[in-house]
């Protein structure tokens, strides 16, 4: 377990600027932190090395991808055991459709984020592949009618 870094208000401020735009350059952040470069780069390489800061990225759309439709699916699963719930992770985890995944407390067992074309695409998706494991139980999809707010 990672050890909690005490960050302090500066700290805080160059963390909101990255998430904001992770481009900036040293001293574009520098000037709206108010700091000079230097020491701006040491406190940005401090997070990084202290794994506040995990990486760097690029948002694509997924409509310039061909992926316009994203449909959120809920999953119960019916096994018990700890190799099933890997196996599953592992197969769900490797599909290219899937943009997020996530292990939940209670009911869903998972989250399961999707991006595909269109809704032929998310049926194939559901039909032979998701649906098609052996220990899915439950799927209740959810079409995103509009984004308001992105994730990261």
Known sequence: MRNEVKLDAIDRDILFHLRQDGRLTNVEL??????TPPPCLRRVKRLEEAGVIAGYRAVVDPGALGRGLEVLIDVEV?????TTF????DIVASYDEVIEFRRM???PDYF???AVADHAAYES???HKLSGLPCVLRIDSHLTMKTIKPGP
């Open 86 to 89: 890997l196996e599953f992770e």
């Open 105 to 107: 407390y209670g009911r």
């Open 125 to 127: 998706f559901l039909t």
């Open 30 to 35: 520098a000037q709206r932190v108010g700091l």
């Open 78 to 82: 019916s096994a018990n055991d700890r």
């Open 112 to 114: 399961v984020r999707v």
